[in-house]
C-alpha cells in the first residue's frame, strides 16, 4: 500500500505510514472497518465512504469513534408456539411487557437499548458513557433479564449473548445505529446458540466479569458466518458485589426455591425509588432457614444496579442498656466511617464532614447534625427524647440533596422511568 502523501510503500494492512505518519486507509464510519483511502465502499458493509476527501479527514470522521463496549442480544425462545394459539391482542400485550421489562432492566444496569429486533432486544454498555465494570453489568443484566421473562408467562423464555470488545460507534447517534461491526453480529449468534434460559459470554467479557459472575466453559462453538469457532462461556451466577467485592471464599452454592421472594423485594425496592415513598419488609424464620441469604442476593444485586441506592445495615442486639436505636447507630457510624471506639472529637469531626459530603442544604444539617450526634450518644437527647430524631434523620439516610447526585460515577446515565 503506498502512502498517499510521502509515496513509500508500506505494507499491506497498515494504517499509517511508516514513513511519513499519513494515515493509509480509512475507517469505515458505519462498521469500522480499515479501507484504503482511497477505496469509495466500504469492503466490510458496503457503506458509502467519503470518496475523494483528504485521508486524514477520512480516518477521523467526526461521527465515528472506535470503543470498547459490551453488546447483549437477548431473544425470546417458545415465543411462537404460545403466539400460536392466543388471541393477537394478548400476544402483543406480553411482547410489549418484554420490551418494557428488557428496557427497564436494561436501563437499571446503566446500560442502552439499541434496537428491537422482532422479538430479540439489543443493548449496549460503554456508549455513550464507559465504566471499566461495563461488562460485568452487562452480563448480570442479560441473568436478571432471562429470570424475569421466564416471570412473564409459564413456558417463556429468553437467552442471552454477551460480547466485549471493540466496535465502531456514531458519536451523537441515539439508539438505533449507534453501534455497529462484527462484534454485533458475532453476539447475535451467540445468543443464537445459547439454550433456552441461558447466558453466553465470549472470552474478554468472561475475564472482565469473572472476580463477579461465576462461568462455566462451553467450549470452542462454530457460529453461522465466522470462519473460525468462538470459545464460549455459561454465565451461571452473581456470587459477589460489583468487581468481586464481598465474594465468600469457598464456592457459593447456587440460589435456589426463592427466586420468588428475591423477585419480590426487588420489586418493593423499585417502587420505593419510583414513588419516593418507604417501605418495610419484614423476614423473618428459623435459623438456617436462608433469611440472611436472601439478604445477600438482593445485596449483589442492588449493587449492580445504576440507580444510586445506599445500602445501610445496623443489628438490633436482643439485649442490653440504651439499644433502642442500636441499629441505627450502626448505620450511621458506617455511612460516617466511624467505629464504636472512636472518641468524641473524631465523631464530631466525620458526622459534619459527612453531612457536608451528603447533604446540600446547610439549614438541612444544621437540623440533622444535632440529632446524629445523640443517635451516637455524643450529645445529651432533646426535650422531646428520642423519638424526635426520626424526622431530622430521614433526610439523611435519603442522602437528599434536592437534585440528582451520584456516589458511584454514574451520573448521565439514562436511569429508569
Ligand atoms: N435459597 C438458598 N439457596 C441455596 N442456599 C441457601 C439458600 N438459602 C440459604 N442457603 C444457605 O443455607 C445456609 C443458611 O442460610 P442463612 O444463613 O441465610 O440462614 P438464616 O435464616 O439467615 O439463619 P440465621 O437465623 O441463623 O441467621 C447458608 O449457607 C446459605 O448460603
Ligand atoms: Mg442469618
Redesign the pocket.
Same mark, same amino acid.
Given at each position: 500500500m503506498q502512502c498517499a502523501t510521502c509515496g513509500t510503500e508500506n505494507r499491506t494492512g497498515s494504517r499509517f505510514c511508516d514513513n511519513c505518519g499519513a494515515p493509509l486507509a480509512s475507517n469505515c464510519p458505519a462498521c469500522g472497518e480499515p479501507n484504503r483511502s482511497d477505496a469509495r465502499f466500504c469492503a466490510s458493509c458496503g457503506a458509502t465512504l467519503a470518496a475523494g476527501a483528504p485521508a486524514a479527514a477520512a480516518t477521523q470522521p467526526a461521527t465515528a469513534e472506535r470503543r470498547l463496549v459490551s453488546v447483549l442480544f437477548t431473544d425470546l425462545v417458545g415465543f411462537t408456539t404460545i403466539a400460536e394459539d392466543r388471541d393477537p391482542e394478548a400476544v402483543r400485550e406480553l411482547l410489549s411487557r418484554y420490551f418494557d421489562t428488557a428496557t427497564e432492566i436494561v436501563q437499571l444496569h446503566g446500560g442502552t437499548v439499541e434496537k428491537f429486533i422482532g422479538d430479540a432486544v439489543m443493548a449496549v454498555w460503554g456508549t455513550p458513557i464507559a465504566h471499566e465494570d461495563d461488562a460485568e453489568r452487562a452480563v448480570r443484566t442479560a441473568l436478571v433479564l432471562v429470570d424475569a421473562v421466564a416471570a412473564l408467562h409459564p413456558g417463556l423464555q429468553a437467552r442471552g449473548g454477551v460480547l466485549t470488545g471493540e466496535v465502531a460507534v456514531t458519536l451523537g447517534a441515539t439508539n438505533q445505529g449507534m453501534v455497529a461491526g462484527d462484534l454485533v453480529n458475532t453476539a447475535a449468534r451467540l445468543q443464537g446458540v445459547a439454550e433456552a434460559g441461558t447466558v453466553l459470554v465470549g472470552e474478554t467479557t468472561r475475564r472482565a466479569a469473572e472476580r463477579a459472575i461465576v462461568f462455566e466453559p462451553l467450549g470452542d462453538q462454530s457460529l453461522k458466518g465466522k470462519t473460525s469457532p468462538v470459545p464460549a462461556w455459561r454465565a451461571l451466577r452473581v456470587v459477589a458485589q460489583r468487581g468481586g467485592q464481598g465474594r465468600a471464599d469457598g464456592l457459593e452454592?447456587?440460589?435456589? $426455591?426463592?427466586d420468588e421472594e428475591l423477585r419480590q423485594l426487588k420489586d418493593v425496592l423499585h417502587a420505593v425509588g419510583r414513588e419516593r415513598r418507604p417501605r418495610l419488609v419484614s423476614i423473618t424464620?428459623p435459623?438456617?432457614? $436462608?433469611?440472611?441469604?436472601l439478604v445477600w442476593e438482593l445485596e449483589k444485586y442492588v449493587d449492580g444496579v445504576a440507580e444510586t441506592i445506599y445500602w445501610h445495615r445496623g443489628r438490633s442486639p436482643s439485649y442490653g442498656e440504651g439499644i433502642a436505636f442500636w441499629a441505627l447507630g450502626e448505620m450511621v457510624r458506617r455511612r460516617a466511617r466511624l467505629t464504636e471506639d472512636d472518641d468524641e472529637a473524631t465523631t464530631r469531626e466525620r458526622i459534619t464532614t459527612t453531612l457536608e459530603e451528603y447533604v446540600g442544604d446547610a439549614s438541612e444539617r444544621e437540623r440533622i447534625g444535632p440529632a446524629l450526634l445523640t443517635l451516637l450518644g455524643v450529645e445529651e437527647a432533646p426535650a422531646g427524647g428520642r423519638d424526635a430524631l426520626f424526622p431530622a434523620l430521614a433526610p439523611f439516610l435519603r442522602a437528599d440533596r434536592g437534585e440528582g447526585h451520584d456516589r458511584h460515577g454514574l451520573r448521565g446515565h439514562p436511569m429508569g422511568r
Open positions: 452454592p447456587p440460589f435456589v $426455591g426463592r424464620g435459623g438456617g432457614i $436462608g433469611k440472611s441469604r
